[in-house]
């Protein structure tokens, strides 16, 4: 036996204008809705401007320096970093960084993991691998002297780096990673 | 994974932009308001597969846009409240003579507007609409004077 339709009476429910038009407005809900949107462009205007000065990064905000008391290591970055959005760190050399015609750099797994270090510029005579990181070996003459290091990160977060030259006070410092 | 969140977020976020731009965009579609519709379409799709172009990425993703729709759908249908929310409600524009200000300007819309509406419907003069109504696609019903 077949199955009965399932159905129900039909009732004029909608509010009507005028008592003439079926218009099922609500006029009370539209103004609340009004102010909850001025409420969100309010908002978005904010985000934007935010966005402007560098709070999700690549502006005057997200750019950081840290430089060593001796003025050994001099590290420019960007504080607020974007998933997969490459930047360049730039780490200069004082004259004391320099030894023996070389620079020995180290850098923490986590700026080559988890910040993505995709290039080191120029490329390193050397490399050698341990105590959590890489030292790198550059040829050098005399300062002004720079290495640069081509991030992207691969993942939203808070990563801890740790870069250090022999002989010198390291330099330690947060990147917060937005989606 | 990822793209499960990113479709999910994409699909509430572009909801909520799409509300909040009035509903021109769903009913009449002019040349200006194309722009918003392809531009944003545009963004949101990076994030949403990223550098995966797999067919797998590209599946899961359009499946999770699929079943995001489903559900609201799904919810609107229980709560009309919601579904207010979503799609909003109808709003009276011109009533028996008279513009509705308050309601015209919270939705941008103005008098050529309804008028086109009503050319469409083969009025040719305002005098002749007694109402003209905001439907939720955005579209305007035109209800014509009794003579």
Not at chain 1, 54 to 80: C, H, W
Not at chain 2, 20 to 37: A, D, K, M, N, Y
Not at chain 2, 96 to 115: A, H, P, S
């Amino acid at each position: 036996m077949a199955t009965k339709p399932v159905t129900k009476p039909v009732q004029d429910s909608v509010a009507r204008v005028n008592n003439e038009v079926a218009v099922g407005e609500d006029l009370d809900f539209q103004r609340k809705w009004w102010r909850f949107e001025n409420a969100a462009w309010a908002f978005f205007t904010l985000i934007i401007v935010l966005d402007l000065a560098g709070l999700f990064g690549r502006g005057p905000i997200a750019k950081a320096e840290r430089r060593t008391a001796d003025g050994t290591i001099d590290v420019k970055y960007e504080r607020i970093e974007r998933t997969d959005s490459p930047s360049i760190m730039t780490i200069g050399f004082g004259p004391s960084a320099i030894q023996d015609g070389k620079i020995q750099l180290y850098i923490s797994n986590s700026l080559v993991k988890s910040l993505g270090t995709q290039r080191v510029i120029p490329s390193p005579q050397d490399t050698v691998i341990g105590e959590g990181g890489l030292t790198y070996t550059f040829p050098a003459t005399k300062p002004p002297a720079s290495v640069d290091l081509a991030l992207q990160p691969s993942g939203p977060g808070i990563y801890d780096f740790t870069i250090n030259v022999a002989g010198a006070q390291p330099v330690h410092a947060k990147i917060v990673v937005v989606p | 994974m990822s793209t499960i969140i990113h479709a999910v977020f994409g699909y509430l976020f572009l909801l909520l932009i799409v509300r909040l731009l009035s509903r021109r965009p769903g009913g009449q579609l002019t040349l200006f308001e194309f722009v918003i519709v392809f531009l944003m379409g545009g963004v949101i799709i990076l994030s949403t597969v990223g550098k995966d172009r797999s067919v797998t990425n590209c599946a899961t993703a359009i499946l999770t846009v699929g079943l995001m729709h489903w559900f609201v759908s799904s919810v609107k249908g229980k709560y009309p409240r919601f579904g207010a929310i979503v799609d909003g409600t109808p709003l009276t524009l011109l009533k028996k003579g008279e513009w509705q200000l308050e309601v015209m300007k919270g939705m941008r819309i103005d008098r050529e507007d309804v008028m086109a509406a009503a050319r469409t419907k083969g009025v040719s003069s305002i005098y002749d609409v007694a109402y003209a109504i905001l439907e939720r696609n955005g579209a305007i019903s035109i209800i014509k004077n009794e003579k």
